[in-house]
């Protein structure tokens, strides 16, 4: 039987190249690492204890807040999720109000569902000019807090997965003019703060919990992540508490060395790790700038290591772009929406690489056209694909770009599983659901934003969203059954 260990060996020795994360792309030689089974240990003397750290652990940690300016930092080897919920469950208790962010990851609706928070949601804006969700305002922040009394933290994501970079520092001034935290899940934005090219990072800005994923756009391993603190708003000792409770007791050796070692590049290599990733990172996107038909995408405030490539003037999806970048390129990238492309960039990256991206899209863009398309066109047979194939079009798609659904809470989050004892259920397609409570999640991962959160009336606007992404081949995760979703029942 082949292992998993067997298929990842011969995986990294193949020609694929990743424009995905971990940020490290597979260039462990950056750090100097041997392999983990070498280094692989647990608290034996010498070597500190996470969860009581007075040591080399107590040391890193302090560095590592040092170096991202931050009163006080914890290494995470569960995620950025494991500091989410708690940060969200530290600094709350139970049944108070939270302000979210409706583009929020999965752990912030977990965190809210644990400790039976009540959620008032903030849309992101929308712009038709770009096909994602836009940032959130320092204005829209400052009005929920007046209409709603009693809010104890603001929850943010900034930048959203797809690049979105929100005023922090204004979002923080509103939040603090009310006493309340405000915690920012900054996980794909670990790089900001060491490169003019991109933004200061969220505890420059004054935000009271940040949480990064080092792995997402540095080089660190898979799993690693960090929480900062600041300020005297945040229970401290809460957080911690429940840090120790919902991480692993035998934390990796492994994965807090990558976390150290990353660290350390960032903290006396960082002008030769960005100067060369920007300047690389700079020309790939002058020159995406001049694709035709295939077009990048940003906001006004954007992390520029997000490269969202759409599709929507070629007559393409967004996944099968990705299909022909994976299948004919042999290039990996993040992800695949409705329609576009997203690749991650990181300072792991090589010229080799980025020209390979470079030269796809280009011949990609070069075989489409902007009117009536034909239903294929020809491929050069490069990369791999050999002469005479062709990439089929899907001319018949409207390429109307579905956000994220206004909610209507009707019920708690955390009332629905009791609910569900003395209420009947059913399991429903998305357009006979539309008017009954959901009494489950739906969501797209990536990114893990919910479309749906159990306790939300679901809309003819949330099921038609639904049924878009579910035609046009993608799997909403959440749900028990295939194009359905379970809902409450009266009885």
């Not at 462990?28 to 750290?53: Q, R, V, W």
């Not at 505890?203 to 792995?215: E, P």
């Not at 960039?345 to 030269?359: A, F, H, N, P, Q």
């Not at 798609?397 to 609910?419: A, G, K, Q, T």
Request: aromatic residues 8%; negative net charge; hydrophobic residues 35%.
């Amino acid at each position: 039987m082949c292992t998993l260990y067997d298929r990842l060996i011969e995986y990294s020795s193949s020609d694929y190249y990743g424009f995905h994360m971990p940020g490290h792309k597979r260039q462990m030689n950056m750090m100097g690492a041997a392999a983990p089974y070498e280094i692989d240990i647990t608290e034996i003397d010498g070597f500190d204890d996470l969860h009581h750290a007075d040591g080399i652990l107590e040391e890193a940690q302090a560095r590592a807040a040092r170096v991202y300016h931050a009163d006080e930092t914890h290494f995470l080897i569960n995620g950025s999720s494991v500091g989410i919920l708690s940060a969200v469950i530290g600094v709350t208790n139970r049944g108070d109000t939270v302000l979210v962010a409706r583009n929020c990851h999965k752990s912030v609706y977990h965190a809210i569902e644990m400790n039976g928070l009540n959620p008032v949601y903030l849309s992101p804006g929308v712009n038709p000019s770009v096909q994602f969700n836009t940032e959130v305002s320092a204005k829209d922040v400052r009005r929920a807090l007046e209409r709603v009394p009693g809010i104890r933290a603001v929850i943010i994501v900034s930048p959203t997965y797809d690049g979105v970079v929100s005023d922090v520092e204004a979002i923080s001034e509103a939040v603090h003019e009310k006493g309340i935290p405000l915690i920012v899940d900054e996980a794909h934005g670990a790089h900001f703060g060491f490169h003019p090219y991109f933004p200061e990072n969220s505890n420059q800005a004054g935000a009271d919990i940040v949480i990064h994923s080092l792995h997402k756009t540095l080089p660190s391993l898979t799993q690693t992540a960090l929480l900062h603190m600041n300020g005297g708003l945040v229970r401290r000792e809460k957080v911690r508490r429940y840090l120790h409770m919902l991480q692993s007791s035998s934390p990796s050796y492994v994965l807090m060395a990558s976390i150290d070692s990353c660290v350390d590049l960032l903290e006396n290599q960082r002008e030769e790790l960005f100067d060369s990733y920007t300047e690389r990172l700079e020309k790939l996107r002058t020159r995406l700038a001049g694709l035709r038909r295939l077009r990048l995408e940003e906001t006004a405030c954007y992390d520029c290591s997000k490269l969202v490539v759409s599709s929507g003037d070629t007559g393409l999806t967004g996944r099968e772009l990705y299909r022909i970048l994976l299948e004919r390129y042999h290039l990996q990238l993040e992800m695949a929406a409705g329609t576009y492309v997203l690749a991650m960039t990181s300072v792991g990256d090589t010229d080799e690489g980025m020209e390979r991206l470079m030269t796809a899209l280009e011949e990609i863009d070069s075989m489409t056209g902007t009117a009536a398309l034909s239903d294929q066109m020809p491929y050069s047979g490069k990369c791999g694909a050999a002469d005479g194939e062709t990439i089929r079009q899907n001319s018949g798609l409207i390429y109307d770009i579905p956000c994220l659904p206004r909610p209507d809470v009707v019920y708690n989050s955390f009332d629905i599983e009791e609910m569900k004892k003395s209420w009947q259920t059913a399991v429903l397609p998305w357009q006979d659901s539309v008017g009954r409570v959901a009494a489950e999640y739906a969501y797209l991962y990536p990114p893990g934003k919910p479309l749906i959160v159990p306790g939300e009336r679901v809309s003819q606007e949330a099921a038609d969203v639904l049924q878009w992404y579910y035609e046009i081949g993608f799997s909403v995760e959440g749900i028990k059954r295939e194009g359905c979703i379970e809902v409450l029942m009266h009885g």
